[in-house]
């Protein structure tokens, strides 16, 4: 089976998780899939377990003599909960010629490289796309796909040289628990990369420091023709907290290194309002003044309007990989060889957002993230190169052999 037939198999099963829910994994469906690659690892007799937790652990033992270290190769199977992942109808177009594709005539979402300019890059290539209801599973079934082929490369070619290979299939990624139960011993391996990216010749190994900001704003709702200097309407006191955070710090205006406070989702009415951020910056003090300036706007509106107007509570996600893969430069420059060995020019960019590869990372599994050939992850707009897809199987094999010969 091809890597692009592994593919097309998988977005077949709807993986989507789910946020705001103490189910682990968040969805039963996502266990289906994963069900299925215990089976499939299994019928390349390769030693696979899944626990409790759904965690897909399959082990290839070395067949070098000399000590060498482990790999982890890891990739989550679930979609992101921002458009839906059931009934996917992907399509090939052969030998893309650069200009508009019409994802969905009846609905015009059109695919266009004025809009998507990573298009450009793809022309003569076969692409993979949608038919403009859903996402296509690119985020992360590629990465998936890509292991799974490299694995069956590996059993039915016993003269590859190779040390310890551990592949990892993870839920939740999506909804940011991907590792929650991860248990590194479990895995046993030195050091992993994550094949989460986008495009093929990547080797990121920074990202965002995380955090989620929780706000809870507390009204006082009064009869609108009796309110006169009695009403506080909660939704008036959000706009004004969210009014008063930096204006250049929304991620609609931010790229590259810049961070950036977003507010993801707010509900309310005139009693009671509760607001949900997402805070990023690739700098650890901004990061934490990015935070404090949420403190300092509940403690100024709580003056202004009463104590507990305002309530903000703020939970950590994840930090920048960097900060320990500085010191484990040895698995990217690894990477940046292999990628070069396939003709390729490495391409050394900060990951705007997270991965389990940086979570993994501060637990004592250094992970570096790869590319896939996956674009416009999280909707109808994703799209994925055949060519890459290869050229991503061919980098893994060229990173396990180039540790067998550290």
Do not use: W
Request: proline share 3%.
């Amino acid at each position: 089976m091809s890597v692009l037939e592994r593919f097309l198999n998988y977005v077949k099963f709807d993986t989507q998780s789910k946020v705001d829910t103490e189910d682990y994994p968040s969805t039963s469906k996502q266990l289906v899939l994963l069900n299925y690659l215990v089976e499939e690892l299994k019928s390349l007799n390769i030693d696979t377990t899944i626990d409790e937790y759904g965690y897909v652990i399959g082990k290839i033992k070395s067949n070098v003599k000399e000590s060498t270290k482990t790999i982890a190769l890891i990739a989550h199977v679930d979609t992101s909960p921002d458009a839906s992942g059931k009934n996917v109808s992907a399509r090939i177009v052969k030998n893309y010629d650069g200009d508009v594709i019409v994802l969905n005539r009846e609905n015009n979402v059109l695919l266009d490289p004025k809009i998507f300019p990573n298009l450009k890059d793809k022309i003569g290539d076969d692409l993979i796309v949608t038919d403009g209801t859903t996402l296509l599973g690119a985020d992360d079934k590629l990465g998936v796909a890509e292991i799974m082929d490299f694995a069956e490369f590996v059993m039915k070619n016993p003269s590859y040289l190779h040390g310890g290979i551990v592949i990892v299939f993870t839920p939740d990624e999506e909804v940011g628990n991907g590792t929650k139960f991860f248990d590194t011993k479990k895995v046993g391996a030195d050091f992993g990369y994550t094949l989460d990216g986008a495009k093929v010749g990547e080797i990121a190994y920074e990202n965002f420091n995380a955090a989620t900001a929780k706000v809870f704003i507390n009204g006082k709702s009064v009869h609108p023709g009796s309110a006169k200097n009695k009403m506080l309407s909660a939704i008036d006191v959000a706009y004004e907290f969210n009014n008063m955070l930096p204006k250049f710090m929304r991620a609609e205006i931010t790229e590259n290194y810049e961070g950036f406070n977003h507010l993801l989702h707010i509900n309310g009415a005139v009693e009671k309002t509760e607001m949900t951020y997402i805070i990023r910056n690739h700098d650890k003090d901004i990061f934490e003044k990015q935070k404090k300036d949420f403190y300092h706007n509940e403690e100024y509106l709580n003056k202004k309007y009463g104590i507990n107007t305002i309530i903000v509570k703020i939970t950590d996600s994840y930090y920048n990989m960097r900060e320990i893969l500085d010191n484990n430069q040895d698995i990217v420059n690894i990477a940046i060889k292999a990628i070069k060995n396939n003709g390729l020019h490495p391409i050394i960019e900060p990951i705007r957002g997270g991965t389990d590869g940086a979570r993994l990372t501060f637990m004592g599994l250094p992970c570096p993230n790869l590319g896939t050939g996956g674009y416009n992850f999280h909707g109808p707009f994703e799209y994925a190169s055949i060519k890459e897809m290869n050229l991503a199987v061919e980098i893994i094999k060229s990173i396990v052999t180039k540790i067998v010969n550290i």
